[in-house]
């Protein structure tokens, strides 16, 4: 595992969560300094991250009274050298990260007896929330997608999934596949090209963060970028959607510049989504002219205030 970057305040406690295929999962907590936690907030990070990217909003949570708690996914940050390096996981990578996310929610929630758990998913991570909330939804306060869509913009699911199983076959699960750069390569299109990085936001300094991190923008292997593919036909299935609690709480927030969306299209498409299950509580916000990564976007403090006063009003 890399240092932590200078800019980085290391006031949390990081530590493994054992899984049961013996894979150790990075996991990291924050608690508020005084009293127990009004409720603990769980963030699934995107693709290609790591979870210290979120320590300035997990301490703006504690700040406030909440409790945060955050793994590395497999193939991520200080996870991956159980499962192979970046980019690189075993069989069946997405059921087994969903179930590290719910074996680390249930540690904290038998620390923390009674508190209520929020799940806080953003990109990639919003897929791997929704999913969570089918198997598990029962568990949850709330569910708040960040720089969420859908499903990957652009894309045929069948031949994508048909493409990797050839790319899998020749050359195996843990070869890095072209699949996600590809799929990804017109989103810096409508920016100035600088780092090749702007669609994630406005602000350079986060920006240029991002490309310095060794543990961030790396290439997914072809079983993962497969396994990502599958998942998207699972979640988006009608009988799996029908799973998730209609009185669960869902928040959406989003950068209207934000390019894995198509111009707002598979913002709408997933509300109609929520709304046709029944969801009860269903809000959503888009933000003008922020991009992918509204929590290290300029307007971020805004964004902060806004997720504070969601969950002060639902918890």
Same mark, same amino acid.
């Given at each position: 595992?890399?240092?932590?970057?200078?800019?980085?305040?290391?006031?949390?406690?990081?530590?493994?969560?054992?899984?049961?295929?013996?894979?150790?999962?990075?996991r990291?907590?924050?608690?508020?300094?005084?009293?127990?936690?009004?409720?603990?907030?769980?963030?699934?990070?995107?693709?290609?991250?790591?979870?210290?990217?979120?320590?300035?909003?997990?301490?703006?949570?504690?700040?406030?009274?909440?409790g945060?708690?955050?793994?590395?996914?497999?193939?991520?940050?200080?996870?991956?050298? @159980?499962?192979?390096? =970046?980019? *690189?996981?075993? #069989? !069946?990578?997405w059921? $087994?990260?969903? /179930?590290? &996310?719910?074996?680390?929610?249930?540690?904290?929630?038998?620390?923390?007896?009674?508190?209520?758990?929020?799940?806080?998913?953003?990109?990639?991570?919003?897929?791997?929330?929704?999913?969570?909330?089918?198997?598990?939804?029962a568990?949850?306060?709330?569910?708040?997608?960040?720089?969420?869509?859908?499903?990957?913009?652009?894309?045929?699911l069948?031949?994508?999934?048909?493409?990797?199983?050839?790319e899998i076959?020749?050359?195996?699960?843990?070869?890095?596949?072209p699949?996600?750069?590809?799929?990804?390569?017109?989103?810096?299109?409508?920016?100035?090209?600088?780092?090749?990085?702007?669609?994630?936001?406005?602000?350079? @300094?986060?920006?240029? =963060?991002? *490309?310095?991190? #060794? !543990?961030?923008?790396? $290439?997914?292997? /072809?079983? &993962?970028?497969?396994?990502?593919?599958?998942?998207?036909?699972?979640?988006?299935?009608?009988?799996?959607?029908?799973?998730?609690?209609?009185?669960?709480?869902?928040?959406l927030?989003?950068?209207?510049?934000?390019?894995?969306?198509?111009?707002?299209?598979?913002?709408?498409?997933?509300?109609?989504d929520?709304?046709?299950?029944g969801?009860?509580?269903?809000?959503?916000?888009?933000?003008?002219?922020?991009r992918?990564?509204?929590?290290?976007?300029?307007?971020?403090?805004?964004?902060?205030?806004?997720?504070?006063?969601?969950?002060?009003?639902?918890?």
């Amino acid at each position: 595992m890399q240092a932590p970057r200078q800019d980085f305040h290391p006031d949390f406690h990081q530590d493994f969560h054992q899984a049961p295929d013996g894979a150790r999962i990075a996991r990291y907590t924050w608690l508020p300094e005084s009293g127990p936690p009004r409720a603990l907030v769980q963030i699934a990070h995107g693709a290609a991250e790591h979870a210290r990217r979120y320590d300035r909003f997990a301490r703006f949570l504690t700040g406030h009274g909440y409790g945060v708690l955050a793994s590395d996914h497999r193939g991520h940050g200080a996870t991956a050298p @159980a499962t192979g390096g =970046r980019g *690189v996981v075993g #069989e !069946d990578a997405w059921r $087994a990260t969903v /179930a590290d &996310l719910k074996g680390i929610g249930d540690h904290a929630a038998a620390e923390h007896p009674g508190i209520p758990l929020v799940l806080l998913g953003h990109s990639m991570g919003a897929m791997l929330a929704r999913d969570y909330a089918q198997e598990y939804g029962a568990d949850l306060a709330g569910l708040i997608l960040s720089g969420t869509f859908r499903t990957l913009p652009g894309l045929d699911l069948e031949a994508a999934a048909d493409a990797l199983e050839q790319e899998i076959a020749a050359h195996g699960r843990t070869h890095p596949s072209p699949f996600i750069p590809r799929t990804f390569s017109s989103f810096n299109d409508a920016f100035p090209h600088r780092t090749g990085y702007e669609w994630l936001s406005r602000d350079t @300094a986060e920006v240029d =963060r991002y *490309v310095a991190d #060794e !543990d961030c923008g790396f $290439a997914f292997s /072809a079983g &993962l970028a497969l396994d990502w593919v599958r998942a998207i036909r699972k979640i988006n299935d009608p009988a799996h959607l029908a799973r998730i609690p209609r009185g669960l709480p869902v928040h959406l927030a989003v950068g209207d510049q934000d390019p894995c969306h198509q111009g707002m299209t598979l913002i709408h498409e997933l509300l109609e989504d929520f709304r046709y299950i029944g969801t009860r509580d269903l809000t959503w916000r888009a933000y003008p002219d922020a991009r992918h990564e509204i929590l290290n976007e300029t307007n971020r403090d805004e964004v902060q205030s806004d997720l504070l006063a969601w969950l002060d009003k639902r918890i």
